[in-house]
């Protein structure tokens, strides 16, 4: 038996309620694709998203660096609790009061030896879910909107992919491929277009609401100072 099957013919576990939700949203996104999506809130904080969204936290391989409040997935399931770290954050999260923490600032080596540095923003763990909810419930909807040459930051592609695409064009005929990158792209994202984009498919205001209070959370750099965030978006979260 799978292991989110329901016992006995019972409801469906999280896991099974979370991919029911993604795929009519997704079907609905693309059957109407000059569709707002309204009520999309009760999604985020429902007890099924929030718990799947702790487990991808809690399975990702940065879920061992702490954010600013120095609390990793490992203390919330060893010390605090998961059933009430997540009953906690759904009521912060459903009366308003939930705000976000400044991300904690940390600069790694860019690969290829150019001695540069590429600097990330360590989000807190309930930052960290609450951002993975809102990840679950907004990602099938504009995915409706990718075309299918995209690749980058999408469920189940890969770079690998793209690769593979260049190979099959290049036996066909084609002989040039442009790499093309936006310097410092994360860092200068302006949030006013970013979120006039985000409008376009949503109207619920308590999620843009949250999707506004995350590029907003500010920074707390290595030096202990704290910045605030008005354009860009810290890679990481």
């Given at each position: 038996m799978p292991e989110d099957a329901p016992p006995n013919g019972g409801a469906p576990g999280p896991r099974a309620?979370?991919?029911?939700?993604?795929?009519?949203?997704?079907?609905?996104?693309?059957?109407?694709?000059?569709?707002?999506?309204?009520?999309?809130?009760?999604?985020?904080?429902?007890?099924?998203?929030?718990?799947?969204?702790?487990?991808?936290?809690?399975?990702?391989?940065?879920?061992?660096?702490?954010?600013?409040?120095?609390?990793?997935a490992t203390d919330v399931e060893e010390s605090i609790g998961v059933p009430g770290f997540l009953n906690d954050l759904r009521a912060a999260v459903k009366d308003g009061s939930f705000r976000p923490l400044p991300v904690r600032e940390r600069s790694i080596p860019k690969p290829g030896g150019s001695g540069k540095v590429r600097k990330l923003g360590i989000p807190t763990i309930a930052d960290r879910v609450v951002q993975a909810a809102l990840k679950l419930v907004l990602e099938p909807i504009f995915e409706a909107d990718f075309k299918?040459?995209?690749?980058?930051?999408?469920?189940?592609?890969?770079?690998?992919?793209?690769?593979?695409?260049i190979h099959y064009f290049g036996t066909r005929g084609y002989r040039w491929v442009l790499d093309a990158?936006?310097?410092?792209?994360?860092?200068?994202?302006?949030?006013?277009?970013l979120m006039d984009r985000v409008r376009h498919r949503m109207k619920d205001k308590r999620v843009l609401m949250l999707v506004k209070a995350f590029l907003k959370a500010g920074i707390l750099t290595e030096l202990g100072e704290s910045k605030e965030t008005l354009t860009g978006t810290p890679e990481g979260g």
């Open positions: 309620r979370v991919l029911e939700m993604q795929a009519k949203l997704h079907r609905w996104a693309v059957a109407d694709p000059g569709r707002r999506f309204d009520d999309l809130f009760n999604f985020v904080h429902d007890p099924a998203t929030l718990l799947v969204a702790f487990d991808r936290v809690a399975g990702n391989r940065g879920a061992r660096t702490p954010g600013v409040d120095g609390l990793t299918p040459v995209s690749y980058g930051f999408r469920p189940r592609r890969r770079a690998q992919d793209a690769i593979a695409e990158d936006i310097e410092a792209c994360f860092d200068s994202i302006d949030h006013t277009a």
